[in-house]
């Protein structure tokens, strides 16, 4: 007879604790069933809805901020394929564009085939500033999360290549303003500059060529590892989802899943890049 009384005020607490008003509800209920099964049986029976309340309302409410993890890097991400789709990949085809020609320009001129002066056009305009919720991101995945592996480690690296990325920007903005104070006419420090070549003196100036390199090899790095992130995030999240069916028998909030497929070809690097980086942290899982 206990048993029946018990198991049914345990479903009930159940469905109760279910809704958002679910500490009140459980402690509503212990004190009932405490002086209904008596002292013993009733806070043996409480402490079971107790401790089997708050593990359902914790895999709700982490399923809750799993899916919010995942919307905040998918808008991560979009933000990072705006920036390839409208600034990275004409900066830096353009620059590889006008290297080639002054390729082509120098085997001409050592065949003697031209002795002009090398025109080219310098490519001044600056990239806006990043801003993306990259903190809000952490706090989630660090405090909130259960997570271990590479979700940790997406996170991780996304936040290090961001700092990296918006670094590199600042300088190329840099860069700009001393090649606009270089005077009109002189072409020949523009070139070297510009293309990181030897001047008179022998001396190399590299930083425009490697931060343009290191602006596209960042905004890949922060596309990858966002997208990367979403689909364990999501993996977490099904992995939670099929613990509350399991453990449950009830149906769980959804989870959150993102489709990459309608994304532009060649705006999402190939797995193949970030293959020796996968290996290596494959290595290190437990």
């Not at 895999?59 to 390839?84: C, M, P, Q, W, Y």
């Not at 120098?106 to 990043?130: C, K, W, Y």
């Not at 999360?145 to 690296?157: E, Q, Y």
């Amino acid at each position: 007879m206990w048993q029946g009384i018990a198991t049914f005020f345990e479903q009930l607490a159940h469905a109760i604790a279910y809704l958002a008003w679910a500490e009140l509800a459980t402690t509503v209920f212990v004190t009932f069933l405490t002086a209904a099964a008596g002292a013993g049986a009733g806070a043996l029976i409480a402490q079971r809805v107790i401790e089997r309340g708050k593990s359902k309302g914790d895999l709700i409410t982490e399923i809750r901020n799993t899916n919010a993890a995942v919307s905040i890097s998918h808008d991560i991400l979009n933000v990072f394929l705006g920036l390839k789709r409208q600034h990275i990949i004409k900066l830096k085809s353009d620059f590889e564009a006008s290297r080639n020609a002054l390729d082509d320009f120098h085997a001409a001129r050592n065949a003697g085939d031209t002795t002009e002066v090398f025109e080219f056009q310098m490519d001044l305009q600056s990239i806006p500033d990043i801003i993306v919720p990259d903190e809000r991101l952490q706090n989630i995945a660090f405090e909130q999360l259960s997570i271990v592996g590479k979700p940790i480690n997406f996170t991780s690296v996304l936040v290090r290549s961001l700092h990296s990325l918006k670094k590199s920007i600042e300088k190329r903005n840099q860069l700009i303003e001393e090649f606009r104070g270089i005077a009109p006419n002189d072409n020949t420090r523009k070139v070297h500059l510009y293309f990181g070549l030897p001047d008179e003196h022998g001396h190399t100036d590299e930083n425009y060529p490697n931060t343009i390199q290191a602006i596209s090899q960042y905004t890949d790095d922060c596309i990858w590892f966002s997208k990367s992130l979403i689909a364990e995030l999501s993996k977490h999240g099904e992995g939670l989802k099929a613990k509350f069916k399991k453990d449950y028998r009830d149906t769980p909030p959804k989870v959150a899943s993102i489709d990459m497929t309608n994304v532009e070809e060649g705006l999402i690097p190939s797995d193949e890049d970030f293959a020796d980086w996968t290996a290596g942290f494959i290595e290190r899982e437990p």
